[in-house]
C-alpha cells in the first residue's frame, strides 16, 4: 500500500466545480481520535494545533461515546489541550449555545454515536450556526462522528441508530461522505457478514455521492478550497456504479 507524506501533500477536489469546497473553510477530517498504542488526539494533537491556531476551543460532546456524560467526555480534550496550553470549553457549558457557536475561536466535534450527535445539533438549532460559523473562516477539527456530519449526510456513518435525527443531512462542507475507520476486507476471517466495502456499495445502489474511506491516524485538511489527504495510509474511493479505488491521490474524484 502506498503512503502518505508531509513531503507529498495529495493535493484533492481541485479545479472541479462539482467538487467545489468553500475557499473560506478551514477544515481538519480525521478518521479517529486515537489509534492503537496511544493516548487520545496524541498522534494528532501537534499537527491539530498548528492547523487549528486557537488558543482556546469549543469542543462539541453530543455524541457521547460509549454514553459518557457531557462533562466526562470534555474532560479529555480539555487534558490533550490543555497539555499544550490551550483551553477547551464544553458547549454544553453555555446557557446559549448559539452564541458561544458564533464567539468560537475553534470548534471541535468529538467521535461517538453520529445520529445522537446529528440529533442534538437539530434539536438545539445549531446546524445552521455551524455551517455560519465555518463559512465565515472559523477552523473546524472532527473527529470520527464529527468528521461524518461534514459530509453531505450520514448515511456511511458505521453506527447504530440509536436515536433518529430529523433528517439524514449533514453539514455538508464536503462534496461527498466520509466513512471513518474503513476497515479492510480479511481474506482469512471466517465472518460471513458484510465487509465495510460491502457497505458502501449497497449505499451507491440508492446514492450517488462519492464516499472516502478514511483509515485509522488519515485525515483531510481542507484550506482554500482544496482538500489534502494527510496521516501515513491511503483512501480508498468509491463512487457509483464504478469499482472501488485505492489511492494516494484523490483527485480521482475530479471525474465524477
Given at each position: 500500500m502506498t503512503t502518505a507524506t508531509e513531503n507529498n501533500p495529495l493535493i484533492l477536489l481541485q479545479n472541479s466545480e462539482q467538487m467545489k469546497i468553500n475557499p473560506k473553510y478551514r477544515l481538519l477530517v480525521a478518521s479517529t481520535s486515537t489509534v492503537f498504542g496511544s493516548g487520545y488526539l496524541e498522534y494528532i494533537i501537534d499537527?491539530?494545533?498548528k492547523f487549528l491556531k486557537a488558543d482556546e476551543i469549543l469542543f462539541v460532546?453530543?455524541?457521547?461515546?460509549?454514553?459518557?456524560?457531557?462533562?466526562e467526555y470534555t474532560e479529555s480534550p480539555k487534558k490533550a489541550f490543555g497539555q499544550k496550553g490551550i483551553k477547551v470549553s464544553g458547549?454544553?457549558?453555555?446557557s446559549e449555545p448559539k452564541k458561544a457557536v458564533q464567539n468560537a475561536k475553534a470548534?471541535?466535534?468529538?467521535g461517538g454515536n453520529t445520529?445522537?450527535?446529528l440529533k442534538t445539533l437539530y434539536e438545539l438549532e445549531l446546524i445552521d450556526e455551524l455551517k455560519t460559523a465555518v463559512s465565515n473562516g472559523i477552523p473546524?477539527?472532527?473527529t470520527s462522528a464529527g468528521s461524518n456530519i461534514c459530509g453531505i449526510d450520514i448515511g456511511t456513518t458505521n453506527d447504530m441508530p440509536i436515536v433518529?435525527?430529523?433528517?439524514?443531512?449533514a453539514l455538508g462542507f464536503?462534496?461527498?461522505?466520509?466513512?471513518p475507520h474503513y476497515l479492510d476486507p480479511d481474506p482469512n476471517s471466517k465472518h460471513k457478514g458484510e465487509t465495510r466495502e460491502t457497505r458502501i456499495y449497497e449505499f451507491h445502489k440508492f446514492n450517488s455521492q462519492p464516499v472516502v474511506g478514511l483509515r485509522e491516524g488519515s485525515r483531510i485538511e481542507v484550506e482554500q478550497g482544496s482538500a489534502a489527504l494527510k496521516g501515513p495510509l491511503t483512501a480508498r474511493i468509491f463512487r457509483q456504479g464504478m469499482e472501488a479505488v485505492e489511492v494516494n491521490d484523490l483527485g480521482i474524484l475530479k471525474e465524477q
Open positions: 499537527d491539530a494545533i460532546p453530543y455524541a457521547r461515546p460509549s454514553g459518557a456524560t457531557y462533562d458547549l454544553h457549558e453555555f470548534i471541535f466535534i468529538g445520529f445522537l450527535l473546524y477539527m472532527g433518529y435525527p430529523p433528517s439524514f443531512e464536503l462534496p461527498f461522505n466520509i466513512n
